[in-house]
C-alpha cells in the first residue's frame, strides 16, 4: 500500500513558478514509477509528467514541455513537479500517482492516487 499526499499549490501570477512535492508512505516506494496529473474544471483528468523508479527516463505532454520537471529523491520517498513559466492554462488540480508496472498514460491503471493539490495561474 502506498499513501500519496501533495503540497506546493497555491495562486500565482502567470509567468512564474511553483514547485509542487508528493509525500510517499510504504517501503516500496522506490520500486514505483511516479508521475502528475491534472485536472481543470469540467475537463477530464490529463497526464503531465512521470519519471521511472530509477530516475533515468521521463515522460512529458506536450503542452508542459521545457517548462515543468519531475525529479525525485527516493531516500526521502518524495517526488516533485518543479513548474515554470506558468500560464492561466496550467490552472487545475494536481494529482500525484503511483504505478507499480509498466508507465502508460492511462489513468486507469494507475495503482495509487493522492487527494490532488490546487494551482492557480491568473493573467
Known amino acids: 500500500q502506498v499513501q500519496l499526499v501533495e503540497s506546493g499549490g497555491g495562486l500565482v501570477q502567470a509567468g512564474g513558478s511553483l514547485r509542487l512535492s508528493c509525500a510517499a508512505s510504504?517501503?516500496?516506494?522506490?520500486?514505483?514509477?511516479m508521475g502528475w496529473f491534472r485536472q481543470a474544471p469540467g475537463k477530464e483528468r490529463e497526464f503531465v509528467q512521470a519519471?521511472?523508479?530509477?530516475?533515468?527516463?521521463?515522460y512529458y505532454a506536450d503542452s508542459v514541455k521545457g517548462r515543468f520537471t519531475i525529479s525525485r529523491d527516493n531516500a526521502k520517498n518524495t517526488v516533485y513537479l518543479q513548474m515554470n513559466s506558468l500560464k492561466p492554462e496550467d490552472t487545475a488540480v494536481y494529482y500525484c500517482a503511483a504505478i507499480r508496472g509498466q508507465f502508460t498514460v492511462d489513468k486507469s491503471r494507475w495503482n495509487y492516487w493522492g487527494q490532488g493539490i490546487q494551482v492557480t495561474v491568473s493573467s
Open positions: 519519471i521511472t523508479w530509477s530516475g533515468d527516463r521521463t
Open positions: 510504504g517501503r516500496t516506494f522506490s520500486s514505483y514509477t
